[in-house]
């Protein structure tokens, strides 16, 4: 009889958490490090990271913490290697990261300018794509296999539904759909490719999440979080541990055979 419970189990894995000080990234991290994982969170606040690794040493799982800035294009092959050369071929990765600009609120189609739409393209889009790339190759030399997920949106499926942002300060974001939706199509075209070296490539979306807004530090209006749940079959915003969980799904071998997917972590959002 097989043991299903263990095919959720990352038992002698290696996971590399892009953006693990975050909303999702810090569940993503915990759920990866109680499953057995020897997990490494990547992310740039430094104080953060090495308290979170030492409370997480303390409840003894193997768990550390680098200082790594997705953002930085020109260093990226660089601090990659580093990483690899200090904890070898990760057989996990996922991409939790959100850099923006710090005009990132005025993404609107009537505010965007040309030159913030580029650049939060260079350093979302772009260094997941290019991020994705260093850690399938990686795997691909290890002859090991492996699961990368990267982290889309609902917004990057479907466009987004400008009546929940009424009565509120918020309001459509141009660059984030352009960045969603190629992060998302990526992961396809890199399922074909790295399926033959037992590489699984997937995308996790999930919907709007409670906490604070991107790019500000107050959390979802009153007036956006009723209208959003309003819209949304059960009826609520998500939790960031549910994101996590279906994280640990996919990098779990009870995933074995999922691949090129978008898994949407949404509520309903987009089946209606």
Not at 141 to 153: E, K, V
Not at 187 to 207: E, F, H, W
Request: glycine share 10%; net charge neutral; aromatic share 12%.
């Amino acid at each position: 009889m097989i043991d299903y419970l263990s095919k959720f189990k990352l038992d002698g894995k290696i996971a590399f958490v892009v953006g693990g000080l975050g909303l999702i990234g810090r569940e993503v991290s915990i759920a990866y490090a109680t499953a057995g994982a020897k997990t490494i969170v990547l992310d740039v606040n430094t104080d953060q990271g090495e308290l979170f690794e030492k409370t997480m040493k303390k409840k003894g799982y193997p768990f550390f913490y680098k200082h790594f800035d997705c953002s930085d294009m020109d260093s990226l092959d660089e601090n990659f290697l580093k990483l690899l050369k200090e904890f070898s071929s990760p057989n996990i990765f996922i991409n939790c990261s959100y850099p923006r600009t710090e005009d990132w609120v005025s993404a609107s189609f009537e505010d965007i300018s040309l030159k913030s739409f580029q650049k939060n393209v260079d350093i979302h889009m772009n260094s997941f794509a290019w991020s994705a790339r260093l850690a399938a190759e990686a795997m691909r030399g290890a002859n090991q296999g492996g699961s990368i997920i990267q982290l889309g949106s609902t917004y990057g499926v479907v466009g987004q539904d400008l009546t929940i942002y009424e009565n509120t300060d918020m309001h459509e974001n141009m660059a984030y759909a352009v960045i969603k939706g190629g992060i998302t199509n990526l992961t396809r075209q890199m399922a074909s490719y790295y399926g033959k070296y037992d590489i699984r490539v997937n995308t996790l979306c999930p919907g709007g999440l409670e906490g604070p807004v991107a790019g500000k530090s107050n959390a979802q209006s009153k007036a956006f979080v009723k209208q959003y749940s309003n819209r949304t079959p059960l009826k609520r915003l998500g939790w960031a541990e549910e994101v996590a969980s279906s994280a640990l799904f996919l990098a779990s071998d009870a995933a074995s055979y999922i691949t090129g997917a978008t898994i949407m972590v949404d509520g309903g959002w987009t089946a209606v």
